[in-house]
């Protein structure tokens, strides 16, 4: 057997804290999903707004070039 693969081992005691933090990250993000998802969507509303223009539209006085 090659020394070298010995490196790629993982056994429970390394694999057992990596799956322990990705489980508190998941449940931290559950715990305050509803909080994480409404300032989500309130940046994406405010980017939307920006780069959408205003228009107006008047029957009165059309846009030059309405025909």
Do not use: C, H
């Amino acid at each position: 057997m090659r020394i070298e693969l010995l490196a790629f081992y993982g056994g429970p005691d390394q694999v057992m804290t990596v799956t322990s933090g990705l489980a508190s990250v998941v449940g931290l993000g559950l715990i305050f999903w509803n909080k994480l998802m409404g300032a989500l969507f309130r940046i994406v509303r405010a980017f939307r707004r920006s780069a959408m223009p205003a228009v107006t539209r008047n029957s009165k006085n059309p846009p030059a070039d309405a025909v």
